[in-house]
Structure formats: structure tokens, C-alpha cells
């Protein structure tokens, strides 16, 4: 069976969100492959860094105005979550400190990213990259309780790891959409400009 695919319009909206979101974690993920010594302040100061960077991208794809409404709160949620979760981290006064902080970030958010994909999976058709995402977060947070033993170097390679697996289904997912949206909707898009969330 075919996968769904979106509407023209609604994917001429929303891939640049999609795609601006796969940019911040493939930066992130590979920065960290490149990391060879790094300490607690590269590791808290480079969560929070990720963790702002992605609930801004978050929050900027929620507010996108195919975006069904009620859609929007768990997304926020989640967005609030990294947030959160930044700020925290610049107070982390050790490693061991920062990867728990950093796992209930992302087991959270992440699994707010799933009730998302749960409850629209079928009227939006956009909302299945919540399904990755959110997995992927929750198991990035799991690997991290699992292994709090390691230092810095390794848990920024778990979280780095599930960024990058997470730009590489956002950024298919992202052009998908820009194939999808088709000349038409996304010449109309461009004349229109974002189209801000209704009131």
C-alpha cells in the first residue's frame, strides 16, 4: 500500500521547517564526531546549545499553519521540555549530573513528539516524522540512563548519534515534501510568504 502523501499546499508549507530541523541535529551530530577530548563545560554548554537550537526549530515547525491546532500542544510540550532542559544543564556540576538531566529532556520531549504522530497520525500527514523523532529521542534518553559510567566524550556521542540518525529521516522526509509540493504550490508559497498559524 502506497504511503499517504500530503496535500500540495500543506507541503509546500512545511518542508523548510522539516529541513531546518534536520540542519540543526546533522550540525550537532557531526560536531560531536569531531569532538576528540571533550569536558563537562563542552558537554553541557553543547546539549543546551542542541537543545535550544532544536526547540526553536520545534517551535517554529508547530506554529506553521497546516499544523492541526490541538496538534500543537503536546508539540509545545516538547519544545518547553528542551528548553527546559538547556537551561538546567548550565548547572550541571558533573558529568554524571548532565546525562540524567539531559536523558529526561529528550525521554520527554520525546515522548511528547509521540503522542503527537498517536493522535494526528492520520489527518496530518506530516506528523509521522513525529514517530521518528519521538523514538528516536526516547531511546537516546535510555542510552544515556544506561550509561551515565561514561564521560563526556561518550555522552555526547549517544545523544550526537541519535541526532544524526534524526537529520538523516528529517532531511528524506523534508525533500519528500519539496518533490511533493510540486512547482505550482511552491511558486504560490514563495509569493505568499509562511503562513503564520490561525487564530
Known sequence: MPAAKAPAETAAIMWKPIIIRALIAAIFGLTT?????????????????YFVFSGSGLWEYLRR????????????IAAALLM??????????????????????????????????????????PARDQLYTG????????GLLLFLHLDAHGLLGIVGGGAIIIAVLLA?????????????????????GPRAPRS
Do not use: C, N
Request: aromatic residues 10%; proline residues 6%; negative net charge.
Open 65 to 76: 499553519d497546516p499544523v492541526p491546532e490541538k496538534m500543537r500542544g503536546p508539540l509545545s
Open 84 to 125: 527546559v532542559g538547556a537551561i538546567a544543564l548550565l548547572f550541571a556540576g558533573t558529568e554524571f549530573v548532565a546525562g540524567i538531566i539531559a536523558a529526561v529532556a529528550l525521554i520527554g520531549s520525546g515522548l511528547a513528539e509521540f503522542v503527537a504522530w498517536l493522535q494526528y497520525r492520520t489527518v496530518f500527514v
Open 33 to 49: 564526531v569531531f569532538l576528540q577530548d571533550p569536558g563537562l563545560p563542552v558537554l553541557k554548554y553543547g546539549l543546551a546549545a
Open 135 to 142: 523514538a528516536v529521542g526516547v531511546l537516546s534518553g535510555v
Open 172 to 192: 528524506i522526509s523534508g525533500f519528500g515534501f519539496r518533490h511533493d509540493a510540486g512547482p505550482a504550490a511552491l511558486a504560490a508559497q514563495k509569493d505568499e
